[in-house]
Each structure stands twice: as structure tokens, then as C-alpha cells.
């Protein structure tokens, strides 16, 4: 019998194709056994996969990414008789976006934010920021200074530049996570023109707060690049909270402060680096690299507020009695820490109080007797500080100051302000201070010369200047300032009418009883003789140094 070939041929392409549709039908069938839901849930990841393209950094989401100003401060006189119109002008991917005005404001609490597509396969963007004072009247507005560069004869100084990376969701340039104290000091996320050394010139310093972020569809913080390529978690679980490696701090403040860029010069990119990895336990409760007494730890429990591991912070919780029945007396005027905060802004020390606002700044029910003593303040420490947690975790991360209507000791004397030790099981710490109402009640006679001391005669700016003065300068005692170190300090002599006026006179510091509720800063020793530098001999890790009461 013959045997036709292209008979066989045919036979054989013939069974090929009912054996391939006969697995498909069997594909299909499983497939169905799990439910239409499933089936379609499939069949849209499987879309998602192929429609994706190979470098797209996110296939979750179409990426937008959003510039927000969280906080704007004036730290020099910008206008000559009103307060500064602040807009902000961002140039993201070379297209220009701006804020709104915020007319007459010193400082701006106000958040704005501007979100923008940006291309899904490009890893870099380009941001540009700058701060503006508005003129209503000559229309010619005028470029702030938020940039460390010092060179004033151009304009494009004063701005700052960055590159944001999509992959890591950080950014570099002018701006930057540099993991130390001699990198960028301001702070990531923190711009100060006083970087140029220009604290006492006036160059229209500021300062401005602002984050960057991106579209994130698990809420992590953490983008998909990084989730999938860098740590091996889920892109599309919250993360947030997860500490797999037992040290105390969760993945995503490790991600966020353990990051920096490393430039490869052999293929000519930035890296990603982590120095706190999130898998591997660091010692973040001894760890410490600014030196400004918050260990990692404390950072991060503070990070809600604003701290920064690589740039030094001081956080102050203040409680305060409740006034007088007659109203002889107010509590602190509430930009009195506005105003104590823009002398340590100008150095790179972001200073925060806790009047209410973080969890503590109580309210002591007023003492009929009037008086407080220094068993009442130890008690006081205990109940609004502490909360009658004896390792409450605040000890050692705030300083704490409190006001009463008036201090009379145990064994009879009087002062107005004084810094002293708190005393917690049989451990004394020196963390603390406290100023009475009744001696800081404004006004106060003679009135022209405290209108001349505060620089005005409007009683609001007098009670706020009067209120900053005697806050900074307790709190310089317990940071190490003290007449034993500093022969201007604490002397009433130093007085005007005091033998030793003329001597300390350049001592321009609020250390300076001559100068207390006048200069709200410390001197920086720029003065020639008798001139004393406050702020090199501050010690900002002091206030958590302990000792063993000896009964």
C-alpha cells in the first residue's frame, strides 16, 4: 500500500491542533473553577503585566508628585513698616506653578501644595524654589533669601535647585539627607538663607519648611521602586509601623532618614544607599549624630513634631498656672516662641514648644495661697510633665519649664526665674526651669524704660518680648550657660546703673541682665573684650545629664 506524505503531513498538523485546544479547554475550565471575581481579577493583572512598559517605575498608578511649603519664617526685616507678602514660585520639569499671597505675615503656617503628572519612565525630576516678598506698591517683588550660596550679585542665587529621584522618593542638589553635621546643616526639607553666614546682615534671610512626595498606593510613604527592588516588600501593603528588625524604629523613618546618594562615576548615575537598614538591627537607642541630646529613638518619637536625626532640634514643654482670679497676671504670649525660635533658626537649631499642641503644655489649677516652693515644683514635674509615669519617655527628649503666680522657697527667699533639677527616682536631671507671672506681668513700671527695653509701647509687643526674654534665657542655663563660665552672665552689676555695665556693655546677650528682656539671643562673642560666646559654649545634649541624689 502506498503512503501518500502530504496525507501524513496533514494528519499529523491536524492532531497538533486538537491537542492545543483541548489544553486551552482545560485551561479554561480550571480557571473557572475559581469564580468569575477571580477569573477577572486575573485576566486584569495579566493586562496590567503586559500593558505595562518595562520601564515604567510604577505599573500600580499613573505618578503624580506633590511639592507642599509646610511652613515659611521671616528671619530678618523684609519690610520696613509692615510685615512680609511671602509667595512661593516651583518650577517642577521647567513648568512654573505659584502660591498664593499671604499677605502681612511673619510667619506662615499655612500649608500649600501643588500636584503634577510627571512621566512614569523617567526617573528624575527637576525642582526649583523660590521665595518671594510681594510689592503692592512699586510692583517690583523682591527674591528672598532661602539658599547657602553667598555670592549677592545674582538673583538665581537666592533660589534653590534640586533632582527627585522617583525610584528612592528623595531628592538631592541644594538640598539634601546628608547623614551628618558637616553636610547640608540646615536640615533635609529645611531651607535658611542664613547659610551664607549672614545672621547678622540683612539680606532678607529666611527660612522654609517643604516635603516632596509621590503617588504611593499603599500609604507606606514608601514608592514602588524601592518596595520592590530595594527593601522585597509588598507594594501594595502598608508597611507602616513594621520593625522586622527589632531596634525600636519602624521601617519607614529608617527609609526616610537612612537614605543618601551615592554618584557612581563608573556608570556615570547617582545609587541609593540606606545606612539604617530596615532588616538589620542599629543601636538607635544610643544613637545620637547630631549630639543634640534625642537619640534615634527619641527622633523618631518626636518626628511627628518635626525632628531631624542629622540636625539638631530642642523641644520644651510649658506649663503654666491658670491666671489670677482678678486678672493681675497672663500666660505667655503665644509668639513668645515664635520669636525664640527665629535667634536658634538663624544657627541651625529648630527649637519647639510644646504648649499645648503636642500632648502636654498643661494647665495647673490656680493655688490660693499664691506661692509655689520647690516641693510643689517637684510635685508639678510629676503630675503635668510625667503624667505619674516615672519612665515616661519625655524625660530626656523635653526640656520643661513651668509658671506660677509666684516662687517663695521653703526657707523663705524669692526669685523670678531660676533654672533647677528635676528629682525622679533618686536620679536628679537638668531639665528644667521656671519664671513666675506676677514678676513678668506686663506692664510694668518704670513704663518708659521698658518701653525703651522692648522697643516699643504697644503693650502685645511688650508682653511677647518680655515673655521670649526670660525663655531664652533660663533655657540658657540649661544648656550650660552660667555666670561660673561666662563673667557676664547672671551679674546685676551688668545693670545700667551697675558698677559693671560699661565693662559687659558689648556682652550683647540675653544672658546679660542688662540686655535680658531686650536681645532675644545669645552673644556670639564678635564684640571684642568682654564679649562672651554663648553659643560655642552651648551644650544641647546637657539637659539630659543625670546624677545620683546622695540623701
Known amino acids: 500500500m502506498k503512503v501518500n506524505i ?3 503531513i496533514c494528519l499529523i498538523l491536524v492532531s497538533f491542533f486538537l491537542i492545543a485546544t483541548n489544553t486551552s479547554a482545560v485551561t479554561i475550565i480550571k480557571n473557572s473553577t475559581l469564580g468569575n471575581d477571580e477569573v477577572i481579577n486575573n485576566l486584569e493583572e495579566n493586562n496590567k503585566q503586559i500593558s505595562s512598559a518595562p520601564d515604567d517605575l510604577d505599573p500600580l498608578v499613573d505618578i503624580e508628585l ?35 499671597v499671604w499677605k502681612n505675615q511673619q510667619y506662615v503656617f499655612d500649608p500649600w501644595s ?29 527674591l528672598c533669601d532661602i539658599s ?86 509588598d507594594p501594595e501593603v502598608n508597611d507602616t509601623g513594621m520593625d522586622e528588625d527589632g531596634d525600636g524604629v519602624p521601617i519607614e523613618w529608617e527609609y526616610k532618614w537612612g537614605h543618601y546618594f551615592e554618584w557612581d562615576s563608573y556608570n556615570d548615575i547617582y545609587t541609593s544607599y540606606w545606612i539604617y537598614d530596615p532588616f538589620e538591627y542599629e543601636d538607635h537607642a544610643n544613637l545620637d549624630p547630631d549630639k543634640d541630646g534625642l537619640q534615634n529613638i527619641e527622633e523618631y518619637l518626636t518626628s511627628q513634631w518635626g525632628s531631624d536625626p542629622f540636625r539638631q532640634d530642642i523641644f520644651l514643654e ?18 513668645s516662641k ?22 502636654g503644655g498643661e494647665i495647673i489649677p490656680y493655688d490660693d495661697d499664691h506661692e509655689t516652693d520647690e516641693i510643689e515644683l517637684q510635685q508639678y514635674y510629676m503630675d503635668y510633665f510625667l503624667h505619674g509615669d516615672v519612665n515616661n519617655w519625655r524625660r530626656g527628649a523635653f526640656h520643661w519649664a513651668v509658671s506660677t503666680y509666684f516662687f517663695r522657697s521653703t526657707s523663705g527667699w524669692t526669685v523670678g526665674a531660676f533654672a533647677f533639677s528635676s528629682k525622679v527616682n533618686g536620679i536628679e536631671q537638668t531639665d528644667s526651669f521656671y519664671f513666675s507671672q506676677y514678676c513678668h506681668r506686663v506692664p510694668h513700671k518704670p513704663y518708659l524704660y521698658w518701653a525703651y ?67 532675644i539671643d545669645y552673644s556670639d562673642g564678635s564684640r571684642g573684650r568682654n564679649d562672651f560666646d554663648d553659643w560655642a559654649r552651648i551644650d544641647l545634649a546637657r539637659f539630659e545629664n543625670t546624677m545620683l541624689i546622695i540623701e
Open 6 to 8: 502530504k496525507q501524513i
Open 66 to 100: 506633590t511639592f507642599t511649603v509646610k511652613q515659611i519664617r521671616a528671619l530678618d526685616k523684609i519690610d520696613l513698616f509692615s510685615e512680609p507678602d511671602f509667595y512661593v514660585k516651583v518650577f517642577i520639569n521647567d513648568v512654573e506653578y505659584e502660591s498664593p
Open 114 to 142: 501643588v500636584t503634577v503628572d510627571v512621566p512614569d519612565d523617567e526617573e528624575n525630576v527637576s525642582i526649583k524654589i523660590q521665595l518671594w516678598d510681594w510689592d503692592s506698591t512699586l510692583e517690583i517683588d523682591r
Open 148 to 233: 547657602s550660596n553667598n555670592n549677592q550679585n545674582s538673583i538665581n542665587i537666592r533660589e534653590v535647585n534640586l533632582v527627585y529621584s522617583l525610584k528612592a522618593g528623595h531628592w538631592r542638589g541644594d538640598d539634601y539627607n546628608s547623614l551628618d553635621t558637616l553636610g547640608d546643616v540646615s536640615g533635609y526639607g529645611r531651607l535658611n538663607g542664613c547659610d551664607d553666614n549672614s545672621i547678622y546682615e540683612k539680606e532678607r534671610d529666611c527660612e522654609l519648611l517643604f516635603d516632596i512626595t509621590q503617588t504611593d498606593p499603599d500609604g507606606d510613604g514608601i514608592p514602588y521602586w524601592t518596595e520592590v527592588k530595594e527593601f522585597g516588600t
Open 318 to 335: 510649658l506649663d503654666q498656672m491658670e491666671i489670677t482670679p482678678d486678672g493681675q497676671c497672663e500666660l505667655v504670649h503665644p509668639l
Open 338 to 359: 515664635e520669636v525664640v525660635r527665629d535667634s536658634f533658626a538663624k544657627h541651625n537649631i529648630v527649637f519647639q514648644v510644646d504648649d499645648g499642641c503636642m500632648g
Open 453 to 519: 527695653k522692648h522697643g516699643s509701647f504697644n503693650y502685645d509687643q511688650q508682653r511677647k518680648i518680655f515673655h521670649a526674654g526670660v525663655i531664652m534665657h533660663e533655657l540658657g542655663h540649661t544648656l550650660g550657660i552660667s555666670r561660673g563660665n561666662t563673667p557676664g552672665c547672671d551679674n546685676k552689676n551688668t545693670l545700667i546703673f551697675g558698677g559693671k555695665w560699661l565693662k559687659y556693655r558689648a556682652y550683647r546677650s540675653c544672658m546679660n541682665y542688662n540686655y535680658v528682656y531686650q536681645i
